[in-house]
Nanobody, 114 residues
Framework: VQLQASGGGLVQPGGSLRLSCAAS????????MGWYRQAPGKQRELVAT???????NYADSVKGRFVISRDNAKNTVYLQMNSLKPEDTAVYYC?????????WGQGTQVTVSS
């Protein structure tokens, strides 16, 4: 499985960004996709996940601001990030999981700064 993420960039506090991640290769119909992030000097942490049936899970720090969604026909997961804060600055990694295996995308930088 290969993952291609896009949509990162520089945004001012309070702004919005939308990340996308497309999975290709041997995709299993029942799977999980999601986003993690890693800030400098910190461990990688969960941002949000979504199952193939649409169930979602969010980190407390992004609840009410970020929305994860997916298009199963395109094997693509999205992360709509609103009301961005400087503490959201990190490299965001896309994750695909099925049958006990995890696959990671290359990461996309999100910088929130004025």
């Amino acid at each position: 499985v290969q993952l291609q993420a896009s949509g990162g960039g520089l945004v001012q506090p309070g702004g919005s960004l939308r990340l996308s991640c497309a999975a290709s290769g041997r995709i299993f119909s029942i799977n999980g996709m999601g986003w993690y992030r890693q800030a400098p000097g910190k461990q990688r942490e969960l941002v949000a996940t979504i199952g193939s049936g649409g169930s979602t899970n969010y980190a407390d720090s992004v609840k009410g601001r970020f929305v994860i969604s997916r298009d199963n026909a395109k094997n693509t997961v999205y992360l709509q990030m609103n009301s961005l804060k400087p503490e959201d600055t990190a490299v965001y990694y896309c994750l695909y999981s099925d049958r006990g295996s995890d696959y990671w995308g290359q990461g996309t930088q999100v910088t929130v700064s004025s």
